[in-house]
């Protein structure tokens, strides 16, 4: 699957610092425009955006609760084996377009 990656800036507010995402990204992703929640730290340049999705539209409570769960795993797996931690390539974004280029999915 080709990941699409927005930049993001810093941004003060008021007192507040925080990150500026380009409006591509609101107009790509309505369903979490709104939507808040937490970043998780998880080296010195790396960090984990969760968004709680209580009240968002479109969302079924028990499929965010399933993967909740599961990146909740995948979170405290890769803290306690870093070591097995391997990075997402272009090499193999390449491979997973190639394996999905037919799928047809329903929605």
Do not use: C, W
């Not at 107009?27 to 929640?37: F, L, R, T, W, Y």
């Not at 965010?64 to 990075?87: E, G, Q, R, T, Y």
Request: proline share 5%.
């Amino acid at each position: 699957m080709a990941a699409k990656i927005y930049p993001i800036a810093h941004a003060k507010i008021g007192t507040q610092d925080g990150f500026r995402l380009p409006r591509a990204f609101s107009k790509e992703h309505p369903q979490i425009a709104n939507a808040s929640g937490y970043i998780e730290v998880l080296s010195e340049n790396t960090f984990l955006v969760r968004l709680e999705t209580d009240g968002v539209e479109g969302v079924d409570e028990d499929e965010a609760l399933m993967m909740s769960l599961f990146l909740d795993f995948l979170m405290k797996d890769a803290i306690k084996n870093p070591s097995k931690l391997v990075p997402y390539t272009q090499e193999m974004s390449n491979e997973m377009d190639e394996l999905l280029a037919d799928v047809i999915v329903d929605s």
